[in-house]
């Protein structure tokens, strides 16, 4: 299967707890999506790189929210002490990321993390 | 910054044509938009995407008038399996690198 990857796809955890989630992009694809979706809503956009850079944060990236990409490939998230208010699916998406204008890049999602803080 | 409106949900019958229309009023002029479908508990997947007049593939057509303030994605024949979210997808700010899905519309299919 060569199509976005994520783990876990699902993760309990207390509040107060840290958490990671992982993200394998579709191999040559230079641009990498974090979303934050909650039960009735559409995706919200969380951050994204192009390769290794993270270029573009949302408001909705608190400081307790961090993510990375070393050598462009995978990519992780990170939620610290984390809160009930956090729980959601956290999706990625890659894309090709050959133009300047996101909007003419398809985006192939993965299958999302579903994250509950009890 | 564009914002996307969209029914919240529709109901249809199987082998029905259903169009659903979205809002965007300030879409940059260099700006595409792209639908996509969701099911449950599944990440959203790419269904048709254009820039103005019509474009069609082959599971769905996409209509966008002159003023590109909207856009009507047309689904001919659904089927219960058509039963999903529809999302419509623009940039939200000025430098266009990030994306609003918005609310969605909810499709019922029913036989």
């Known amino acids: 299967d060569t199509g976005v990857s994520q783990n876990p796809r699902h993760k309990i955890t207390k509040r107060g707890q840290n958490v990671t989630f992982r993200c394998d992009p579709i191999s040559e694809h230079n641009r990498l999506y974090w979303y934050r979706q909650t039960l009735g809503q559409g995706p919200e956009f969380l951050t994204y790189?192009?390769?290794?850079?993270?270029?573009?944060k949302s408001r909705l990236l608190s400081d307790r929210f961090s993510a990375e990409r070393p050598k462009g490939s995978f990519s992780t998230l990170e939620i610290q002490r984390t809160e009930q208010g956090d729980s959601a699916m956290y999706l990625c998406a890659s894309s090709l990321g050959t133009s300047g204008r996101h909007s003419t890049d398809t985006q192939y999602f993965g299958p999302g993390t579903r994250l509950t803080v009890l | 910054l564009a914002k996307t409106t969209q029914p919240i949900s529709m109901d249809s019958y199987e082998g029905q044509e259903v169009n659903i229309t979205c809002s965007h009023n300030?879409?940059?002029?260099?700006?595409?938009i792209t639908w996509y479908q969701q099911f449950p508990s599944q990440g959203p997947r790419f269904i048709i995407q254009g820039y103005k007049t019509k474009v069609t593939n082959e599971v769905a057509s996409l209509f966008i008038p002159a003023d590109r303030k909207s856009s009507t994605l047309s689904l001919p024949r659904v089927s219960l399996s058509d039963t999903a979210v529809y999302y419509c997808l623009v940039p939200y700010n000025n430098a266009g690198n990030m994306l609003t899905f918005g609310g969605g519309t909810r499709l019922m299919v029913k036989p």
């Open positions: 300030n879409i940059a002029t260099n700006d595409y």
């Open positions: 790189f192009q390769n290794e850079a993270q270029l573009e």
